[in-house]
């Protein structure tokens, strides 16, 4: 039997205990930072947090909830979807909260991983799953005069509890995913809402819809239907997937519809240039709304497309020499996606730090598996992202794979670790087959300074799926057991 810690309690944690629990695997903990579990769901409050992948596919295949209020439900249902699934498979009992780790050593001799949390304490564990997520980490830029700003400035993903902006000027910086939840939410009940747009995004209508009551019924009668709405969506996020890995009829088609949108619902020209993208389709995520544009018409609304010079104490001044008064300043500007399990410490076989062996940039065999690293999987490492499908799909690709390994490890022998040669020849096609996607088409946070793209995986979400379904013990250098 093995002894399992898993890092962190979002939808890739609970993931992995689920289906470890699943396979028999019981000596497990997560240990959460957080006083509750959630991930990015518990932290992301700001207005009109939601999700923008349709939930019949951004929830866990085997627990479909007929109870979604909508096709892309607002944050508080995702988070209590997840809440319920995991005290239906008794997993709360196995997190502790408030157990922020520190770091992690592989102990040599004894086989085994030390893992060390905030409060001075040490877990020992056969297996370590870090999953801590890609977008855990805020970013706020550094700009000149922030810290003489008199009012509130907080970044989307730390909206304070008692913050309401009713009545107030609002500037919001950045355009992005937060960014255009958050504005229209706001617009209407702020005084004001400046945007502070550098790069305009692409957007696609969202094909948003209530769910009825019958619906819910039926679902719950008979949860096999629930696998219609998830096909359906699939199929969206298939054409998605082509379009953003090169398919020229889908990607025609999404720029299409992306431009109609536009057209229609920015009639004034002068404002539509200004919201008119610039850079290639599907380089940065492409977003999902309905409300985006109107809401930058409204007349309480501005755009504001000057780049900022600094901040100053009432507000933002930007390089044409305006002030522009804002009593709130909200940094929607994004999160520190490149530096994978950033601030946790992890010393691998030798005292080997994983931070410098991902000096040029992390990699990770299958997004899971590090040489030097024994019996650590990763879930939702390095090039494991998807910018058009779920998540939670590669989630549970990957915690299949790891009870294979976990299995393996239990079995006996040595420590389960990824051969140098495979994962090498395993990351040259990933980064080969990134060097000529569409990601390589701007600054995101996909990339590393250098340009390195350490997020995202290059190819559909199927083919990750079929290349993790087995684990290969020879890729561990073990021989078929
Ligand atoms: P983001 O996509 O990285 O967007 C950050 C925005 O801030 C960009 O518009 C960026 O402009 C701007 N920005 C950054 N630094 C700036 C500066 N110094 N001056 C001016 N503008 C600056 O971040 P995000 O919107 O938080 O989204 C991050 C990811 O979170 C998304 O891609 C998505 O995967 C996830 N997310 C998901 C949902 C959901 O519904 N499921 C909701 C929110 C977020 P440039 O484009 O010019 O860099």
Redesign the pocket.
């Known amino acids: 039997m093995a002894r399992i810690v898993i890092i962190g309690a979002g939808f890739g944690g609970i993931a992995a205990a689920a289906a470890l629990v699943r396979a028999g695997f019981d000596d497990l903990v997560l240990l959460e930072k957080g006083d509750r579990i959630g991930g990015v769901w518990r932290d ?1 409050t700001y207005p009109g ?5 349709p939930a019949p596919l951004y929830s866990y295949s085997f627990a479909p909830n007929p109870q979604w209020s909508r096709r892309f439900p607002p944050r508080r249902e995702i988070l209590g979807y997840l809440q319920d699934f995991a005290e239906r498979w008794g997993l709360l009992p196995r997190v502790r909260l408030n157990a922020q780790v520190t770091g992690a050593a592989w102990d040599d001799a004894a086989g085994r991983w030390r893992v060390s949390t905030a409060d001075g304490g040490e877990v020992v564990a056969d297996v370590l799953i870090p999953a801590v997520g890609q ?1 855990g980490n805020p970013v706020v ?1 550094v ?1 000149k005069g922030a810290q003489r700003f008199e009012g509130p400035a907080v970044h ?1 993903a730390r909206w304070p509890e008692d913050l309401t902006v009713d009545g107030l000027n609002v500037g919001v ?7 255009i ?1 958050l504005v229209p939410a706001i617009a209407g009940r702020a005084g004001r809402v400046t945007v ?1 747009q ?2 305009p ?1 692409w957007t696609l209508p969202k094909p948003d819809r209530r769910y009825s009551h019958l619906r819910e019924r039926l679902y719950t009668r008979f949860p096999g239907l629930s696998r219609v709405p998830r096909w359906g969506v699939w199929g969206m996020t298939w054409v998605a997937g082509r379009a953003v890995t090169g398919h020229r009829v889908a990607g025609a088609l999404l720029k299409g519809m992306s431009n109609a949108q536009r057209r229609l619902q920015v009639p004034d020209p002068a404002l539509r240039a200004r919201v008119t993208p610039v850079e290639p389709m599907g380089c ?2 492409v977003l999902f709304t309905n409300a985006w544009y109107p809401a930058l018409r409204r007349p309480d609304v501005g755009l504001v497309t000057a780049p ?1 010079e600094a901040v100053t104490p009432n507000g933002v001044l930007t390089s044409d020499g305006v002030e522009h008064r804002c009593d709130v300043l909200v940094y ?4 520190d996606a490149v530096d994978f399990l950033v601030p946790v410490r992890i010393r691998g076989r030798d005292g080997k730090e994983l931070s410098d062996v991902w000096r040029d940039g992390a990699f990770a065999y299958l997004g899971m598996s590090v040489p030097g690293f024994p019996n650590l999987f990763l879930m939702y490492g390095p090039n494991t992202n998807t910018g058009n499908s779920s998540v939670i799909y590669f989630h549970e690709a990957q915690a299949r794979h790891i009870v294979q390994a976990v299995r393996l490890v239990a079995a006996g022998g040595a420590p389960l670790e990824v051969r140098r040669e495979r994962s090498d020849s395993y990351d040259a096609e990933i980064q080969r087959r990134l060097a000529t996607s569409v990601w390589t088409g701007c ?3 996909y990339r590393t300074a250098t340009g390195r793209i350490v997020t995202n995986w290059p190819g559909m979400a199927a083919e990750y799926r079929r290349r993790t379904r087995r684990l290969r013990p020879a890729d561990y250098g073990r021989s078929l057991e």
């Not at 910086?173 to 960014?179: C, E, L, N, R, V």
């Not at 929607?332 to 999160?335: E, M, P, V």
């Open positions: 992301n947090c939601g999700c923008d992948i977008l830029p700009l989307t910086i950045g355009t992005g995913a937060s960014a939840q502070f550098r790069t995004p940065k995520r900022i929607a500007t994004g999160f600054r995101s946070w």
